[in-house]
């Protein structure tokens, strides 16, 4: 703790102040006291015509001490005095300087010096009267400076100013309240019932320290004389603001809780003045939203809107019941009020969320159904497929319970019906009518006179269903059929993906059949495909619609260790992967015909086990092993061989069996138009890998270096190190950040990525590195989620001022996009978006903003 002493020195004229100073801290080095640990420095004017002038010495406790111990003595310095600062002097400096009146002390026979606190203790025990130190002076200074912040407190909090008529009245409560309609809510209505009684009205101007008139006050604001006054009777301005905007509210939610939730749909129970903006221009309000966000705030001082704010009704409608609450019990109470929160933030994650993230993604359930969950296309998915497709669109909510509620007739799979049942029925019919009229999807396009290849845009396929005599509602049926959220077409391959495999992968039927014997055909497949699979024709149905032949579904489904055969055990996985409804102990024992306790490839499809063997048999009769075998069939050193080159290598090799379906038996799925080394042989294809110097014929070794230099450098394109090493990733693949945050990053829409959705998006992007880090230096404003601001301030700046300039200009982005899409083609290319944009008014860089948006 530091202190001071102060020394009285006797000047001649002509002394230089510095060299005093200098002249003492010799001296005090000759007595070994620490000079270099204090500081000196004149108080006042020196005089120059000599005089006593006081130096303060600054520092230590310790070093002070022996300073005043040495000048207690009265030394000289250079033949100058120097003596203490006597105690009556000190005293009354220190009452200048804080401004005090010190009690007086009767004079000691011996003046008493303060050096050490050890000292002050010793003079206490002996009874010695305390002196009036600078350290007492703080202590005063401080309770006095306690004494007048409590009066001014007490001035604060004291009444303030009354008034006593209506219009003062209204400026003293818009001064304590923020706005006329806070008071209202807040200060006059409290019970929320919408009018105010003369009792009422009594309480609150006593409140708030009213001293006119209260009767003529409340006679002159009771204007239809009813006996109480209503919000327009108070301030008729912010009646008819917030009347209007209870009406937009309850015209497009139905209820304010219902409108309170679409407002805050981050779930963080406030709205900013950003927030509760933006919901109001994409809602198209039209008044000023900055004013109405003032009336909703309930004081002066506070920056947010809350719930009770927003609508009170709403608030005491999500209050637990006082009535039921009467018999329970504090605890009983906590855990009711704690299980409602829950539930509440448990709807951003209950199946109304899962569909809303699928329509994100897709565009309509249809397309989620189509693309991202019934993947093999057989109508219906079981659990294991349901809970992998909607974790990996990055859903974190019970897929369990999701699960249950959507299949309820509690079989194993769910369908599209079940899904969403309006889109099932518009396309069933439609399936139904199209299939009916001409047989398939395929004959229709071409009675219709359509190639096959054309996207069909919604005035078009308009025209298609009158032609078609189609009388269901066409422009649902149009949102159920696109495939992706910005494609507003959709070709003949994505309504029927058959139909590109049609003559490929089904020569048969290619023959000539009349339509009433393709329809009842289609009748059977349909009633195929509800009735489920319960015997082995229906599994082999399924086998050969997800995997094209049997051999193909051996391979990846039933015998997938690549031992030749199939337990039990293993049969029964299979089948409960496709869907199987029947016995699977039934089914086994009609299949495993030779009692050995396993199936082999013989017993699913004999023609297929007998072409194969014959082929394997004859390759290695001609070559010593698969690696010089495929040495001689990949003659070009392609590494795949299509169809045609397949088949005429098999005629050279001399095999008398069909090639072509050979081929098709090879191929590892149906959509693949080549087979490879691992098709024909897999132990061949991991020697050829991880060998190539053994089989340098097959793959030389500088083509093997030179593989593997690639893959290193592809692995270093996916080291993320640092946050620009990201950037420069996201920009190469996507192109723009933005387009990375809406394809990659912010899967659910809702402008914000928590840590767990960043690391899966960076798992699915194969991204390595310390993702943790990145997240971290990434979160500017450390409160746990990433928004686009934070990745690309620039591209959120400019989204953010174009989509205010839309709203302004046009109330709403569809009604910009119709005003842009001048052609009515559904789409804006570059130009024409930076030509509209400028003759609109915008200020900023449309190129730029163009590219963001795509």
Same mark, same amino acid.
């Given at each position: 703790?530091?202190?001071?002493?102060?020394?009285?020195?006797?000047?001649?004229? *002509?002394?230089?102040?510095?060299?005093?100073?200098?002249?003492?801290?010799? +001296?005090?080095? &000759?007595?070994?006291?620490?000079?270099?640990?204090? /500081?000196?420095?004149?108080?006042?004017?020196? !005089?120059?015509?000599?005089?006593?002038?006081?130096?303060?010495?600054?520092?230590?406790?310790?070093? @002070?001490?022996?300073?005043?111990?040495?000048?207690?003595?009265?030394?000289?310095?250079?033949?100058?005095?120097?003596?203490?600062?006597?105690?009556?002097?000190?005293?009354?400096?220190?009452?200048?300087?804080?401004?005090?009146?010190?009690?007086?002390?009767?004079? +000691?026979?011996? !003046?008493?010096?303060?050096?050490?606190?050890?000292?002050?203790?010793?003079?206490?025990?002996?009874?010695?009267?305390?002196?009036?130190?600078?350290?007492?002076?703080?202590?005063?200074?401080?309770?006095?400076?306690?004494?007048?912040?409590?009066?001014?407190?007490?001035?604060?909090?004291?009444?303030?100013?009354?008034?006593?008529?209506?219009?003062?009245?209204?400026?003293?409560?818009?001064?304590?309240?923020?706005?006329?309609? &806070?008071?209202?809510?807040? *200060?006059?209505?409290?019970?929320?019932?919408?009018?105010?009684?003369?009792?009422?009205?009594?309480?609150?101007?006593?409140?708030?320290?009213?001293?006119?008139?209260?009767?003529?006050?409340?006679?002159?604001?009771?204007?239809?004389?009813?006996?109480?006054?209503?919000?327009?009777?108070?301030?008729?301005?912010?009646?008819?603001?917030?009347?209007?905007?209870?009406?937009?509210?309850?015209?497009?939610?139905?209820?304010?809780?219902?409108?309170?939730?679409?407002?805050?749909?981050?779930?963080?129970?406030?709205?900013?003045?950003?927030?509760?903006?933006?919901?109001?221009?994409?809602?198209?309000?039209?008044?000023?939203?900055?004013?109405?966000?003032?009336?909703?705030?309930?004081?002066?001082?506070?920056?947010?809107?809350?719930?009770?704010?927003?609508?009170?009704?709403?608030?005491?409608?999500?209050?637990?019941?006082?009535?039921?609450?009467?018999?329970?019990?504090?605890?009983?109470?906590?855990?009711?009020?704690?299980?409602?929160?829950?539930?509440?933030?448990?709807e951003r994650f209950d199946l109304a969320a899962l569909k809303k993230?699928?329509?994100?993604?897709?565009? /309509?359930? +249809?397309?989620?159904?189509?693309?991202?969950?019934?993947?093999?296309?057989?109508?219906?998915?079981?659990?294991?497929?349901?809970?992998?497709?909607?974790?990996? $669109?990055?859903?974190?909510?019970?897929?369990? +319970?999701?699960?249950?509620?959507?299949?309820?007739?509690?079989?194993?799979?769910?369908?599209?019906?079940?899904?969403?049942?309006?889109?099932?029925?518009?396309?069933?019919?439609?399936?139904?009518?199209?299939?009916?009229?001409?047989?398939?999807?395929?004959?229709?396009?071409?009675?219709?006179?359509? =190639?096959?290849?054309?996207?069909?845009?919604?005035?078009?396929?308009?025209?298609?269903?009158?032609?078609?005599?189609?009388?269901?509602? %066409?422009?649902?049926?149009?949102?159920?059929?696109?495939?992706?959220?910005?494609? !507003? /077409?959709?070709?003949?391959?994505?309504?029927?993906?058959?139909?590109?495999?049609?003559?490929?992968?089904?020569?048969?039927?290619?023959?000539?059949?009349?339509?009433?014997?393709?329809?009842?055909?289609?009748?059977?497949?349909?009633?195929?495909?509800?009735?489920?699979?319960?015997?082995?024709?229906?599994v082999r149905t399924i086998l050969l619609n997800q995997y094209g032949?049997?051999?193909?579904?051996?391979?990846?489904?039933?015998? %997938?260790? *690549?031992?030749?055969?199939?337990?039990?055990?293993?049969?029964?996985?299979?089948?409960?992967?496709?869907?199987?409804?029947?016995?699977?102990?039934?089914?086994?024992?009609?299949?495993?015909?030779?009692? =050995?306790?396993?199936?082999?490839?013989?017993?699913?499809?004999?023609?297929?086990?007998?072409?194969?063997?014959?082929?394997?048999?004859?390759?290695?009769?001609?070559?010593?092993?698969?690696?010089?075998?495929?040495?001689?069939?990949?003659?070009?050193?392609?590494?795949?061989?299509?169809?045609?080159?397949?088949?005429?290598?098999?005629?050279?090799?001399?095999?008398?069996?069909?090639? =072509?379906?050979?081929?098709?038996?090879?191929?590892?799925? !149906?959509?693949?138009?080549? %087979?490879?080394?691992?098709?024909?042989?897999k132990e061949a294809a991991r020697e050829a890998g991880f060998d190539?110097?053994?089989?340098?014929?097959?793959?030389?070794?500088?083509?093997?270096?030179?593989?593997?230099?690639?893959?290193?450098?592809?692995?270093?394109?996916?080291?993320?190190?640092?946050?620009?090493?990201?950037?420069?990733?996201?920009?190469?693949?996507?192109?723009?950040?933005?387009?990375?945050?809406?394809?990659?990053?912010?899967?659910?829409?809702?402008?914000? $990525?928590?840590?767990?959705?960043?690391?899966?998006?960076?798992?699915?992007?194969?991204?390595?590195?310390?993702?943790?880090? @990145?997240?971290?230096?990434?979160?500017?404003?450390?409160?746990? &989620?990433?928004?686009?601001?934070?990745?690309?301030?620039?591209?959120?700046?400019?989204?953010?001022?174009?989509?205010?300039?839309?709203?302004?200009?046009? *109330?709403?982005?569809?009604?910009?996009?119709?005003?842009?899409?001048?052609?009515?083609?559904?789409?804006?290319?570059?130009?024409?978006?930076?030509?509209?944009?400028?003759?609109?008014?915008?200020?900023?860089? /449309?190129?730029?903003?163009?590219?963001?948006?795509?």
């Open positions: 703790e530091q202190g001071d002493v102060r020394l009285l020195i006797s000047l001649t004229p *002509g002394d230089n102040p510095s060299e005093v100073i200098t002249e003492l801290r010799s +001296a005090l080095e &000759s007595v070994n006291i620490d000079h270099q640990r204090l /500081s000196f420095r004149f108080s006042g004017e020196v !005089p120059a015509k000599g005089g006593q002038a006081m130096l303060v010495a600054l520092g230590l406790d310790e070093v @002070l001490g022996r300073l005043r111990r040495f000048a207690y003595g009265e030394p000289k310095v250079g033949g100058r005095d120097v003596i203490l600062e006597p105690a009556d002097n000190k005293q009354a400096r220190t009452a200048r300087l804080f401004e005090v009146t010190l009690p007086e002390t009767p004079p +000691a026979e011996k !003046p008493e010096v303060d050096l050490t606190p050890r000292a002050a203790a010793q003079v206490a025990k002996k009874g010695a009267q305390p002196r009036n130190t600078i350290t007492r002076a703080l202590q005063i200074q401080q309770t006095l400076a306690e004494i007048e912040q409590r009066k001014k407190d007490d001035e604060k909090w004291k009444r303030p100013k009354m008034v006593d008529d209506l219009p003062q009245l209204r400026r003293y409560l818009k001064k304590q309240y923020g706005s006329l309609a &806070s008071a209202w809510t807040h *200060g006059l209505d409290l019970d929320s019932n919408e009018r105010v009684t003369f009792s009422e009205f009594s309480i609150a101007m006593r409140n708030n320290y009213f001293k006119g008139d209260i009767k003529a006050v409340f006679n002159e604001l009771d204007k239809d004389g009813n006996g109480y006054i209503t919000m327009d009777e108070w301030d008729v301005e912010t009646y008819e603001v917030l009347k209007t905007f209870d009406e937009m509210v309850l015209s497009n939610y139905g209820s304010f809780w219902e409108a309170w939730k679409a407002f805050d749909d981050d779930g963080n129970g406030h709205l900013t003045e950003k927030e509760f903006l933006s919901r109001c221009n994409s809602l198209g309000y039209r008044g000023n939203a900055r004013k109405l966000f003032k009336y909703l705030l309930p004081n002066a001082h506070q920056k947010y809107v809350t719930l009770p704010d927003f609508a009170p009704q709403a608030f005491n409608q999500s209050l637990i019941d006082p009535e039921s609450l009467s018999t329970l019990s504090n605890k009983e109470k906590t855990e009711k009020a704690i299980q409602d929160v829950k539930d509440l933030r448990m993230l699928l329509v994100n993604k897709y565009g /309509s359930l +249809a397309a989620a159904w189509k693309y991202g969950l019934d993947l093999d296309r057989n109508g219906k998915i079981t659990y294991n497929e349901f809970s992998r497709a909607v974790r990996e $669109i990055g859903f974190h909510g019970n897929i369990k +319970a999701i699960w249950k509620e959507l299949n309820t007739d509690e079989s194993n799979d769910i369908s599209l019906e079940e899904l969403d049942p309006a889109a099932h029925k518009h396309l069933s019919q439609f399936e139904a009518h199209v299939h009916g009229k001409h047989g398939s999807y395929l004959e229709a396009w071409q009675a219709l006179g359509v =190639n096959p290849g054309t996207r069909i845009h919604k005035k078009q396929f308009q025209e298609m269903c009158a032609q078609l005599d189609y009388t269901g509602d %066409v422009d649902e049926l149009f949102k159920h059929l696109l495939t992706k959220p910005a494609v !507003p /077409s959709f070709s003949l391959s994505e309504l029927d993906p058959r139909v590109l495999q049609e003559s490929y992968m089904n020569p048969e039927r290619l023959n000539p059949v009349s339509r009433k014997e393709k329809v009842e055909a289609w009748r059977k497949e349909s009633l195929a495909k509800d009735m489920g699979a319960s015997d082995y024709k229906a032949t049997i051999a193909c579904a051996w391979r990846h489904l039933l015998d %997938v260790d *690549g031992n030749g055969k199939i337990s039990f055990v293993e049969f029964g996985n299979a089948m409960r992967r496709i869907g199987y409804k029947g016995k699977i102990k039934d089914l086994w024992l009609q299949l495993e015909k030779d009692g =050995n306790g396993y199936i082999t490839m013989d017993e699913l499809d004999p023609k297929a086990h007998k072409a194969l063997t014959a082929f394997r048999e004859l390759v290695l009769s001609q070559y010593s092993n698969w690696l010089e075998a495929w040495e001689f069939f990949d003659h070009k050193k392609a590494r795949r061989l299509n169809e045609v080159q397949f088949v005429e290598r098999c005629e050279t090799l001399g095999y008398q069996g069909d090639a =072509n379906e050979l081929y098709r038996y090879f191929l590892d799925h !149906p959509s693949c138009e080549f %087979v490879t080394l691992a098709d024909l042989d190539p110097e053994r089989f340098n014929t097959l793959l030389k070794k500088q083509e093997y270096e030179a593989a593997q230099e690639e893959q290193k450098r592809q692995q270093a394109n996916k080291l993320a190190e640092d946050v620009p090493s990201l950037m420069k990733i996201l920009l190469k693949r996507f192109g723009t950040i933005t387009a990375a945050w809406a394809q990659a990053l912010d899967l659910q829409g809702n402008g914000r $990525i928590s840590l767990m959705e960043f690391l899966r998006a960076m798992q699915e992007l194969n991204l390595r590195g310390n993702m943790r880090k @990145l997240f971290k230096a990434l979160d500017q404003d450390g409160n746990g &989620s990433l928004t686009l601001g934070e990745l690309d301030p620039g591209a959120h700046e400019a989204i953010t001022r174009f989509e205010e300039f839309v709203h302004e200009k046009h *109330g709403s982005m569809i009604d910009a996009f119709r005003a842009m899409d001048i052609g009515k083609k559904g789409r804006l290319y570059g130009a024409d978006f930076v030509e509209m944009m400028t003759k609109n008014g915008f200020e900023g860089d /449309s190129e730029q903003l163009f590219r963001y948006l795509c």
